[in-house]
């Protein structure tokens, strides 16, 4: 979530989860959570009325029952996080026309695809249409990504007979419009986009802005929304080193809402944005439904983590699959305090030692693969000779294997915990 913005937050619920709660460290907390917020570019009129809030709370509230002092600290975090980010999340679904505006460099042809693929995923026909005409190999660009996604693509001699072309199409649940960008939106993009506007008549004009765009966000909505009348924020690169309080506020200039958010290059590498369930993982509270819901779509049944037989050959099959769902990282922010207590080697698995523990494995004998316990130091080196790694190599897939291994088995243990589950649900966490 807003990459800078989540390190912070998830800093400092991890002091809540560690450190002896006495009145000096909890004005420390709050604190470094006053200097977060300004940091990520939230007003500081806003910010002080927050930690006011906060701080009222925290003296006149009662703890609620089932909550220790520490999730209870937590839980008013959450609620005021949940406040400024949004409250409820705002769906596209059953949206016919959606037309995409932003400056260069936004990411709004890439945006476009992956928007294609999500509603695609959900049983709806999308169409892609081109509406850049200035950018050099835009056409080609969103054609191709098309392809990729064997989705229908559009486009015809210039971008206002693309517009009123498309329509005549009525066999599909929603056509999605790239349009041109510029470096700013000077009178010629400005004419353009509302011209357009006028010819598709779009149910949704989303602003596409990148969430490292800081301060000039608001501005930069402010004229798009005077233009053609803004409904809602895409945010995309969020897994950046990125602000949040930019996008944030570009957001309460407009009264539109974050819709959706992009992290990463792969096509599936967007999410419809929720608050209430990114605050749960800044927090380390997990996000199972999303995480489910995101397992339903990408993975197949075949490829489903067996908890209880976690060998090689499971985790195989879970580095040949993983990737449809995204880095270990953000899987983990999914899951209820595994975000919090995973060992941080684990999050820095790249493809490249992905690819070198394929081979390890596949150079283990099938009782290797499937008791893990029986390799020794003579057995890492005949694997390490087969498979053309190291000793080292072949220690360090062991031990990171052997941590995941016992992660898994306590987050099941966990799940059966009936308190545990009790505190999850009144943050609106159910699984």
């Known amino acids: 979530m807003f990459g800078f913005l989540a390190k912070k937050i998830e800093n400092i619920a991890k002091k809540i ?3 002896k709660l006495d009145e000096k460290t909890i004005n420390e907390i709050l604190d470094e959570f006053k200097i977060t917020l300004i940091e990520s570019d939230v007003d500081l009129s806003i910010v002080n009325k927050i930690l006011l809030d906060i701080k009222k709370e925290i003296k006149k509230s009662e703890i609620p029952a089932g909550l220790t002092y520490r999730e209870f600290l937590i839980k008013i975090l959450y609620d005021k996080l949940v406040e400024i980010l949004g409250k409820e999340k705002s769906s596209l679904i059953g949206k016919k026309r959606i037309m995409l505006v932003g400056l260069y460099g936004s990411g709004k042809t890439t945006t476009a695809a992956k928007l294609a693929y999500y509603f695609q995923k959900r049983g709806l026909k999308p169409l892609l249409v081109s509406l850049d005409f200035h950018r050099p190999a835009a056409i080609d660009q969103l054609k191709q990504l098309a392809e990729n996604i064997h989705v229908d693509f559009f486009v015809d001699k210039d971008q206002y007979e693309t517009a009123k072309k498309s329509l005549e199409f009525k066999k599909y649940d929603i056509i999605i419009y790239d349009t041109a960008g510029r470096d700013v939106l000077n009178k010629e993009l400005a ?82 944005y929720d608050p209430k369930s990114f605050v749960s993982r800044m927090l380390g509270l997990g996000d199972l439904n999303s995480l489910l819901q995101k397992i339903k779509n990408e993975i197949k049944d075949k490829d489903k983590i067996e908890i209880e037989e976690f060998n090689f050959e499971e985790f195989l099959k879970q580095i040949q699959t993983i990737q449809n769902l995204g880095s270990f990282a953000s899987i983990a922010k999914h899951i209820p305090f595994l975000g919090i207590s995973i060992p941080e080697e684990i999050f820095e698995i790249q493809e490249e030692k992905m690819r070198k523990w394929r081979h390890i494995i596949y150079s283990m004998t099938i009782e290797e693969r499937r008791n893990p316990e029986i390799i020794n130091e003579s057995r890492i080196k005949r694997i390490a000779r087969g498979s053309g790694t190291s000793e080292q190599e072949v220690r360090e897939l062991i031990s990171t294997f052997k941590k995941m291994q016992k992660l898994i088995k306590n987050y099941g243990k966990l799940m059966q915990n009936k308190q545990f589950a009790n505190i999850l649900r009144r943050f609106g966490i159910k699984f």
């Open 17 to 19: 989860y560690s450190s």
């Open 191 to 272: 004419n353009e986009i509302k011209q357009l506007a006028e010819i598709i008549k779009p149910e949704e004009i989303l602003l596409v802005i990148p969430a490292e765009i800081g301060k000039i966000a608001k501005k930069q909505a402010e004229e798009f929304h005077k233009l053609v009348g803004i409904t809602g924020v895409i945010v995309t690169k969020v897994d950046s080193t990125a602000k949040a309080g930019g996008a944030l506020n570009a957001c309460s200039v407009t009264n539109a809402k974050v819709k959706f958010i992009t992290f990463g290059e792969k096509i599936n590498a967007i999410e419809e």
